[in-house]
């Protein structure tokens, strides 16, 4: 089935920018959702269709997709950012649901 | 409020079943697919399956065909999740997740609305 790769973790500063990315074999053509999980919580769809924000996200959340990688770029990154953050997508040939392994962001 | 409100927490004997309930509130909880996710510790995201609650159509991961069995009741607004002879290995964090998008196909399909989970344990 289809593999979405993601680094295991991404460090960065407060008020700089994270990038976290997502790999997958012509991912480009396909439309990837990004959510959030804190512990104990539910998890938070923050970008949706590559590059859509639900209401209540806030504006420092982007994405983009292109080729074999997407993208999801948190600018000004605050303390409260610190989560796990998955990409996901529909798998047409298996018609299934696919999760990234996860990326931990660490605000330092 | 537009929510879902999922089961306690189980412990589990290896063999035994589980039946874990998700409640909908806030919105036509038969217009929208349900989906069930679960996290291991330690682990990843990793997707069940899912339940049409309008028609009780159902599609499942192959990784757990035959053990899993989604249902749902409309008249109580609530999903569940059925996983049978159980082993350690399913301990985990499950989640049920509402899916909501446009278009054919699911491409432009996604999870806009999740339960805080039911950690069910496995062990003898």
């Known amino acids: 089935s289809y593999v979405l790769t993601q680094p295991p973790s991404v460090s960065v500063a407060p008020g700089r920018t994270a990038r976290i990315t997502c790999g997958g074999n012509n991912i480009g053509d396909q439309s990837v959702h990004w959510y959030q999980l804190r512990p104990g919580q539910a998890p938070v769809l923050v970008v949706y269709d590559n590059s859509d924000r639900p209401s209540g996200i806030p504006e420092r959340f982007s994405g983009s997709n292109s080729g074999n990688t997407a993208a999801l770029t948190i600018s000004r990154v605050e303390a409260g950012d610190e989560a796990d953050y998955y990409c996901q997508v529909w798998d047409s040939n298996s018609d299934h649901w696919v999760f990234g392994g996860g990326t931990k962001l660490t605000v330092l | 409020q537009v929510q879902l409100v999922q089961s306690g927490a189980e412990v589990k004997k290896p063999g035994a079943s589980v039946k874990v309930s998700c409640k909908a509130s806030?919105?036509?909880?038969?217009?929208?697919?349900m989906h069930w996710v679960r996290q291991a510790p330690g682990q990843g995201l990793e997707w069940m399956g899912w339940?049409?609650?309008?028609?009780?159509?159902?599609k499942y991961s192959q990784k757990f065909q035959g053990r899993v069995t989604m249902t749902s009741d409309t008249s109580m607004n609530t999903a569940y999740m059925d996983l049978s002879s159980l082993r350690p290995d399913d301990t985990a964090v499950y989640f049920c997740?509402?899916?909501?998008?446009?278009?054919?196909?699911?491409?432009?399909?996604?999870?806009?609305?999740w339960g805080r989970g039911t950690l069910l344990t496995v062990s003898s």
């Open positions: 339940i049409n609650p309008r028609t009780g159509g159902t």
């Open positions: 806030g919105y036509t909880f038969s217009s929208q697919y």
């Open positions: 997740a509402r899916l909501r998008g446009k278009g054919s196909g699911w491409t432009n399909w996604y999870f806009d609305l």
